[in-house]
């Protein structure tokens, strides 16, 4: 790339928030990764992304090849929503984890997204694809997958600044009194079971806010619509048990098998709807999964066609 010469009004910036504006199809913590690589120079000299500039300095960037990153494509069949040259959206199946892992080395939605993408663009400095959120291993639903760094950097705001819709169907094991509410509380780890997330206070954790609405009740249990405004990890899991007092149907974290009123094979908690601009192009999508049978007794209820 060619030199970047700072002017009078760069002066006293950090390098890293600089070169973020100068170059923004490049995320932030790429820049600093090219920074501590030595891709990025100063003056003709390494440097710290902290480095703060003064008029006048010669900023040059290199930008590397991509190069292939370790993990190994696997023909593990996608349901494709949608695809273009920057995002992928799917409907992700119940039991396939996102990432590899300890314990999940393989067979993982990133295996199978490395086989299906064929124009994966460089994310990091690797050619793979980016996962901007995460769904539950037994979750089911919609998910989009970044395939450059702008998109990447992009949806990751759109995130971050809830600008992201997204709607869950859940089944939990019982019937809240209410039709309709709002959770907002702080979810953290939980101090001493450290597989389970909890309700904190005290100002621990981080802020989680979820509206839902019930839709219909079969055999006790209550199909709840869950809106998102956060996305921490297990919210509606956490919401559900510890705010409603009901946890979703088959799930082995916070449920109880032995007392569940319905039996399911799976964790029944589907993230039914997402929509958002899209992180190029801009224009408004929305994308909804098709409901497992397993829902149908309660979708039939509420007057939703489940697959």
Same mark, same amino acid.
């Given at each position: 790339?060619?030199?970047?010469?700072?002017?009078?009004?760069?002066?006293?910036?950090?390098?890293?928030?600089?070169?973020?504006?100068?170059?923004?199809?490049?995320?932030?913590?790429?820049?600093?990764?090219?920074?501590?690589?030595?891709?990025?120079?100063?003056?003709?000299?390494?440097?710290?992304?902290?480095?703060?500039?003064?008029?006048?300095?010669?900023?040059?960037?290199?930008?590397?090849?991509?190069?292939?990153?370790?993990?190994?494509?696997?023909?593990?069949?996608?349901?494709?929503?949608?695809?273009?040259?920057?995002?992928?959206?799917?409907?992700?199946?119940?039991?396939?984890?996102?990432?590899?892992? *300890?314990?999940?080395?393989?067979?993982?939605?990133?295996?199978?997204?490395?086989?299906?993408?064929?124009?994966?663009?460089?994310?990091?400095?690797?050619?793979?694809?980016?996962? !901007?959120?995460?769904?539950?291993?037994?979750?089911?639903?919609?998910?989009?997958?970044?395939?450059?760094?702008?998109?990447?950097?992009?949806?990751?705001?759109?995130?971050?600044?809830?600008?992201?819709?997204?709607?869950?169907?859940?089944?939990?094991?019982?019937?809240?009194?209410?039709?309709?509410?709002?959770?907002?509380?702080?979810?953290?780890?939980?101090?001493?079971?450290?597989?389970?997330?909890?309700?904190?206070?005290?100002?621990?954790?981080?802020?989680? !806010?979820?509206?839902?609405?019930?839709?219909?009740?079969?055999?006790?249990?209550?199909?709840?619509?869950?809106?998102?405004?956060?996305?921490?990890?297990?919210?509606?899991?956490?919401?559900?048990?510890?705010?409603?007092?009901?946890?979703?149907?088959?799930?082995?974290?916070?449920?109880?098998?032995?007392?569940?009123? !319905?039996?399911?094979?799976?964790?029944?908690?589907?993230?039914?709807?997402?929509?958002?601009?899209?992180?190029?192009?801009?224009?408004?999508?929305?994308? *909804?999964?098709?409901?497992?049978?397993?829902?149908?007794?309660?979708?039939?209820?509420?007057?939703?066609?489940?697959?």
């Amino acid at each position: 790339m060619d030199w970047i010469i700072t002017e009078s009004a760069d002066s006293g910036q950090r390098l890293d928030k600089h070169l973020a504006k100068k170059l923004p199809e490049m995320s932030r913590t790429r820049l600093q990764d090219l920074i501590k690589d030595g891709h990025i120079t100063l003056n003709g000299k390494a440097t710290k992304a902290g480095a703060i500039l003064k008029t006048g300095d010669a900023i040059h960037v290199t930008v590397p090849e991509a190069v292939p990153v370790a993990i190994v494509a696997q023909d593990i069949p996608l349901t494709i929503l949608f695809e273009d040259s920057d995002i992928v959206v799917l409907d992700k199946p119940p039991g396939l984890v996102v990432h590899p892992a *300890e314990g999940n080395r393989d067979g993982t939605l990133v295996n199978a997204l490395l086989h299906h993408i064929d124009d994966l663009s460089g994310i990091g400095g690797e050619m793979r694809p980016g996962i !901007v959120h995460r769904l539950d291993k037994d979750t089911s639903g919609c998910m989009v997958v970044a395939k450059n760094d702008t998109a990447h950097r992009r949806l990751t705001e759109a995130f971050s600044e809830r600008r992201i819709a997204k709607i869950y169907l859940a089944v939990i094991n019982g019937v809240p009194k209410d039709e309709k509410g709002r959770v907002e509380n702080r979810i953290g780890r939980h101090p001493v079971d450290r597989k389970r997330m909890a309700v904190l206070y005290d100002g621990a954790g981080k802020d989680a !806010v979820t509206e839902w609405t019930r839709l219909s009740v079969h055999e006790g249990c209550a199909l709840i619509q869950c809106r998102l405004l956060t996305g921490r990890t297990h919210q509606i899991r956490v919401h559900m048990k510890e705010s409603l007092g009901f946890p979703i149907l088959g799930d082995p974290i916070y449920g109880n098998a032995a007392r569940q009123r !319905v039996k399911t094979p799976r964790l029944m908690l589907h993230a039914w709807k997402l929509a958002f601009n899209h992180p190029v192009h801009d224009q408004p999508l929305s994308f *909804e999964a098709v409901l497992p049978p397993e829902y149908a007794p309660w979708t039939q209820a509420a007057g939703i066609t489940a697959g």
